[in-house]
């Protein structure tokens, strides 16, 4: 089944405490992206990818690090997390190298920042 | 004035209505028009999409675009209680590479049986 697979779905975590949301698709795509979603602000990009090792800033990366070393991987990392990224993150996969198309999305990483 | 505004809702109408949802839009450089749907604790997807202006007919969901008015929407006939969702209209400049979609917040929708 192509899927793009995202962990953990929840976590609580402290302010400060290292943490990663792990992400990989199994549809071959080039592009991915991760998002977050917070109430009254919609879904914002944080950052993309159009292949490996070619990574680059969406709208909101401060305070987030991406990699993507494996065409089918892209985990998100939070070095120091702090309580304003408490939100809903979504992993995205697309078939267009410029994500122009139709974006398939994970099920979602809940993340709470005490 | 934003990108993209879309009303958040919610919308509540009975099962068998027709449903209207819609976005506005500022950068006439959109070219590609998309829906996603989202149900509780899942991730979007996507409903319908088009290129620059017209209409586009899936069963029950018909896409409009126009680009004049600078207005997009998304019909639903004889809406259904599994149409229960928030639906997101997202867009992107042509040839845009990388940033990808704009999205709007979204339209809680609601259908009761």
């Known amino acids: 089944e192509a899927q793009v697979t995202q962990n953990p779905r929840y976590l609580i975590t402290v302010t400060g405490k290292k943490l990663t949301v792990t992400c990989s698709q199994n549809?071959?795509?080039?592009?991915m992206s991760w998002y977050r979603q917070d109430p009254g602000l919609g879904l914002r990009q944080i950052y993309y990818?159009?292949?490996?090792?070619?990574?680059d800033k969406g709208d909101v990366p401060e305070g987030y690090k991406v990699s993507r070393k494996e065409k089918r991987n892209f985990p998100l990392i939070l070095e120091s997390p702090s309580p304003n990224q408490t939100s809903l993150y979504f992993c995205?996969?697309?078939?267009?190298?410029?994500?122009?198309?139709?974006?398939?999305f994970g099920e979602g990483s809940r993340l709470t920042v005490l | 004035q934003k990108e993209v505004e879309q009303d958040p809702g919610p919308l509540s109408v009975p099962e068998g209505a027709i449903v209207s949802l819609n976005c506005t839009y500022s950068?006439?450089?959109?070219?590609?028009f998309m829906w996603y749907r989202q149900y509780s604790r899942k991730g979007p997807e996507l409903l319908m999409y088009?290129?620059?202006?017209g209409n586009k007919e899936d069963g029950r969901f018909t896409a409009q675009v126009d680009k004049s008015s600078k207005y997009i929407s998304l019909f639903i006939r004889d809406s259904q209680p599994s149409d229960s969702a928030t639906y997101l209209c997202?867009?992107?400049?042509?040839?845009?590479?990388?940033?990808?979609?704009?999205f709007g917040k979204g339209t809680t929708l609601s259908v009761s049986s």
């Open positions: 995205a996969s697309s078939p267009r190298p410029t994500g122009t198309g139709e974006l398939f």
């Open positions: 549809m071959n795509h080039e592009y």
């Open positions: 990818s159009m292949n490996v090792e070619v990574t």
């Open positions: 950068n006439s450089a959109f070219q590609y």
């Open positions: 088009t290129y620059s202006s």
């Open positions: 997202a867009m992107s400049r042509l040839n845009q590479a990388g940033t990808a979609l704009i």
